[in-house]
């Protein structure tokens, strides 16, 4: 089992900054891959960035590319989220997730384990 709980969320005004984090818990070879995913009312669950746990590879949604940063602290468990030039539209529900094997998928159905979220509100 792996538990994740995010953090960090807030309210920002448009073009503001924040980071998100997500302490993990749990058996580590289940978590080999973690990513951020986003949810506003009424839309469906959006991936946002994702990460290999071992070796750090990246990849992100195109309209977040230049702006967010996913990384990871292999010693304190946590993902981090950084984000910057937040826009209005990107508020929503950010949830962390964890998957146990690593593929290069946007699908909320590749990741087993999620968090509680935490809300993003972007003022304009």
């Known amino acids: 089992q792996v538990q994740l709980v995010e953090s960090g969320g807030g309210l920002v005004q448009a073009g503001g900054s924040l980071r998100l984090s997500c302490a993990a818990s749990g058996r580590t070879t289940s978590r080999n891959a973690m990513a951020w995913f986003r949810q506003a009312p009424g839309k469906e669950r959006d991936f946002v960035a994702a990460?290999?746990?071992?070796?750090?590879?990246?990849y992100y949604a195109d309209s977040v590319k230049g702006r967010f940063t996913i990384s990871r602290d292999n010693v304190k468990n946590t993902l981090y989220l950084p984000m910057k030039s937040l826009k209005p539209e990107e508020t929503a529900g950010y949830y962390c997730?964890?998957?146990?094997?690593?593929?290069?998928?946007?699908?909320?159905?590749?990741?087993?384990?999620w968090g509680q979220g935490t809300q993003v509100t972007v003022s304009s």
């Open positions: 990460i290999r746990w071992v070796g750090g590879y990246t």
């Open positions: 997730a964890a998957a146990p094997e690593w593929v290069m998928s946007t699908s909320t159905t590749a990741y087993e384990y």
